[in-house]
Every structure is written in C-alpha cells, then in structure tokens.
C-alpha cells in the first residue's frame, strides 16, 4: 500500500511551458485534491475531485487544469508556465462518505517542487 | 478572507516543557477540526482532530482543545521533544456541500534541545 504518490519530486520548467504533475493513490479513496504551497503561506486548494468523472475548482484554480478518468489518478495540468507557479504542490486524497469522523482524514502525498524560470 | 488563523508564525520552546499552537476559525458552521503535521520535503500527516461536539481530545501527548463561543482552538503538546519541531497546520473541515478542509498558514515550531 503505497498511499498517494506524486511525480515527480521536482522540476524546473521555462516560462511557457506545459507539464503534467501526476497523483496516484492505491486506498480507494473517492476524493481528490490538489493544493499549492507559497513560502509562509497555508495550503490553497487548486482543484478537487468527489469521484471519477467529477471535478470542481477549488480557491486558486487559474493557470491549470485535472482530470479524473479513473478513481486512482488524479493529474494536474499547467498548459502555459508562468513564475507566479512556482510552489510546492501537494496532492491528497480521502475516503469521503456520508457519516463518520474517521472519513475526514485527508493523506497527503509528498509534494512536487516546481519552479518556473 | 482567511477563514481559518494561525497568528503565529513560529513558536520556539525548551525540550520537556508545553507547546501552545493556538488557531481562530471565523465560520460558526465548520463542525471539524484536525491538526496537520508537516516536515521538510514531506507532505503534511495528521496527528489529531476534534468533532464540534465536544471540547477536548488527547492523543498520548497531544491534546487539542477547542472552545466554540471563542472559535478558537489550541494544540497542546507536553512534554515537548525535538522531533516535534515541524510546522503544524490546523484546518476546519466544511462537512458540508463542499466536502474541503481550510487550512490556517501555520506554526513553525522549534524545540531546543
């Protein structure tokens, strides 16, 4: 059980660039998220997804793009790089439900580091 | 608008004495929240959390504390040790249309050895 892992770890990109940042998760969880980290700031949702098929923008959603074809993957598109970009992205997932408190823990997975030059 | 507050950037304590992380919330309608620890290079892991129905939830050395007429609630960690240095995010949880936690800014804690 590998959890929710992201590739890559890093990537430098050129202002224009386009670039996929992959999110897998292997527990089956119905909901996906993924935010961005700027230094000293919290975690803004980019985007999320309730289930396969279905996605909503989340705060800060300008600038990218998901999908959600299986229930596993989750990738987040940039079609044209801008330094605004440059972050720590987190990708997260969790099982969801109607009731019960121990749905809402939310894992996350360990982060991609882009920066945009 | 920041829906939920960290006001303190970073927090530094001895080794073997209590940590005090604090946060406000401004939405009477979360109903949940849940404490985020986050290492270097690593993705944030929860350590606890706490249902709007009650006020105290502890966790071996952890105890999240949570007062609703003051939407605030505080993260106590005793005693504390150097592995806790990390930044600690707390988040409420929107249970309802939205299904999304809002996370606060976060708390760089340090404990000096």
């Known amino acids: 059980n590998a959890g929710v892992t992201q590739t890559p770890k890093f990537r430098i990109l050129k202002i224009g660039q386009s670039m996929t940042l992959q999110c897998a998760q292997d527990?089956?969880?119905?909901?996906m998220y993924w935010y961005r980290q700027d230094p000293g700031m919290g975690l803004k949702l980019i985007y999320y997804?309730?289930?396969?098929?279905?996605?909503d923008k989340g705060e800060v959603p300008n600038g990218y793009n998901v999908s959600r074809s299986t229930t596993e993957d989750f990738p987040l598109r940039l079609e044209l790089a801008a330094p605004s970009q440059t972050s720590v992205y987190f990708c997260?997932?969790?099982?969801?439900?109607?009731?019960?408190?121990?749905?809402?823990?939310?894992?996350f997975g360990p982060g991609t580091r882009l920066t945009v030059l | 608008d920041q829906q939920v507050k960290q006001n303190s950037p970073s927090l530094s304590v001895q080794e073997g004495r209590i940590s005090i992380l604090n946060c406000d919330y401004t939405?009477?309608?979360?109903?949940?929240f849940l404490w985020y620890k986050k290492y270097p290079a690593e993705g944030p892991t929860f350590l606890i959390s706490?249902?709007?129905?009650?006020d105290k939830n502890e966790d071996g050395r952890f105890t999240v504390f949570l007062n609703k007429s003051a939407k605030h609630l505080s993260l106590h960690i005793v005693p504390s040790q150097p592995g806790d240095s990390a930044v600690y995010f707390c988040?409420?949880?929107?249970?309802?249309?939205?299904?999304?936690?809002?996370f606060g800014t976060g708390t760089l804690l340090a404990v000096q050895p």
């Open positions: 997260a997932s969790r099982l969801g439900g109607l009731a019960g408190w121990s749905y809402n823990e939310q894992f």
């Open positions: 939405n009477s309608m979360f109903d949940y």
């Open positions: 706490i249902s709007s129905i009650k």
């Open positions: 527990m089956n969880h119905n909901y």
């Open positions: 988040a409420a949880f929107d249970g309802g249309a939205t299904n999304k936690l809002i």
């Open positions: 997804s309730v289930g396969a098929g279905i996605t």
